[in-house]
């Protein structure tokens, strides 16, 4: 059933036949809180291996989410697109100068990462990289916003924020965090790949846990004393500085 531009399965046992065979079609599952988690663990085991958010939440949330049906306390929420795993991802794609990602650091407005995926998607960025926690799900939304393009660009779902770093830095990704207040500007700095470019939540930007782990700092220089640049807006202007660069 849809609800509120997402696609939904109820049901034990329908949620444990799309977590068998689509698991990277689900953005998240609810199961309803009264339950004894050790009476699913097959669910909580198999949603977390394949980097799902699995939200306890009361009755009254799963019956807006579905209606008054016979849901035993299991919603599956689908994605309009398919994740991928990120090291099932460099595996088929060689990792060169040219190789840029984006990664979300708390993208929550389904607006802005709708943008974001179009704009990614024209620019020629390599992937975009999403973590599970405090992050828009791709739905009917996102879809419209970004055009359709959602689905023709790669998205890597990661666990959360800290393992997805580890990841890009273990396979020879320069971290660069767009932060208002860095030292550097973008016109100053060196772009080439492999590079992911951490794009920081609407209101708080990238957190500072993130920009902690991150090599390089840059800016967007900005006149008029305008002090940040909507998130979207940011990541396009990396992107096509970067493409620009590639010519």
Same mark, same amino acid.
């Given at each position: 059933?849809?609800?509120?531009?997402?696609?939904? %399965?109820?049901?034990?046992?329908?949620?444990?036949?799309?977590?068998?065979?689509? @698991?990277?079609? %689900?953005?998240?599952?609810?199961?309803?809180?009264? %339950?004894?988690?050790?009476?699913?663990?097959?669910?909580?085991?198999? @949603?977390?291996?394949?980097?799902?958010?699995?939200?306890?939440?009361?009755?009254?949330?799963?019956?807006?989410?579905?209606?008054?049906?016979?849901?035993?306390?299991?919603?599956?929420?689908?994605?309009?697109?398919?994740?991928?795993?990120?090291?099932?991802? %460099?595996?088929?794609?060689?990792?060169?100068?040219?190789?840029?990602?984006?990664?979300?650091?708390?993208?929550?407005?389904?607006?802005?990462? =709708? @943008?974001?995926?179009?704009?990614?998607?024209?620019?020629?960025?390599?992937?975009?990289?999403?973590?599970?926690?405090?992050?828009?799900?791709?739905?009917?939304?996102?879809?419209?916003?970004?055009? =359709?393009?959602?689905?023709?660009?790669?998205?890597?779902?990661?666990?959360?924020?800290?393992?997805?770093?580890?990841?890009?830095?273990?396979? =020879?990704?320069?971290?660069?965090?767009? $932060?208002?207040?860095?030292?550097?500007?973008?016109?100053?700095?060196?772009?080439?790949?492999?590079?992911?470019?951490?794009?920081?939540?609407?209101?708080? =930007?990238?957190?500072?846990?993130?920009?902690?782990?991150? $090599?390089?700092?840059?800016?967007?220089?900005?006149?008029?004393?305008?002090?940040?640049?909507?998130?979207?807006?940011?990541?396009?202007?990396?992107?096509?500085?970067?493409?620009?660069?590639?010519?």
């Amino acid at each position: 059933m849809r609800q509120n531009d997402n696609f939904l %399965i109820f049901g034990r046992k329908p949620v444990e036949e799309i977590l068998s065979n689509k @698991a990277k079609e %689900i953005d998240k599952i609810f199961v309803k809180n009264s %339950i004894a988690p050790n009476s699913y663990n097959n669910i909580s085991e198999t @949603a977390f291996k394949n980097q799902i958010p699995l939200v306890t939440v009361p009755d009254k949330k799963l019956e807006r989410l579905v209606g008054k049906v016979n849901h035993q306390g299991f919603v599956a929420q689908l994605s309009k697109i398919k994740y991928l795993d990120f090291f099932e991802w %460099i595996e088929t794609n060689a990792l060169t100068s040219d190789t840029a990602v984006l990664f979300l650091d708390g993208i929550e407005d389904p607006h802005n990462l =709708g @943008a974001i995926l179009r704009t990614a998607a024209a620019a020629g960025i390599s992937a975009v990289m999403v973590p599970t926690q405090n992050q828009s799900p791709i739905n009917a939304t996102v879809f419209k916003i970004s055009a =359709g393009t959602a689905g023709r660009i790669p998205v890597i779902r990661v666990h959360d924020t800290n393992q997805g770093l580890k990841d890009l830095n273990l396979a =020879g990704f320069s971290l660069v965090a767009l $932060d208002a207040g860095a030292e550097h500007s973008v016109w100053d700095t060196d772009l080439k790949g492999p590079v992911a470019f951490i794009i920081g939540n609407e209101g708080r =930007g990238v957190s500072k846990q993130v920009i902690k782990k991150c $090599d390089t700092l840059i800016k967007l220089p900005m006149e008029h004393s305008v002090e940040s640049l909507n998130a979207s807006v940011t990541a396009a202007l990396i992107s096509y500085e970067w493409k620009r660069r590639l010519t």
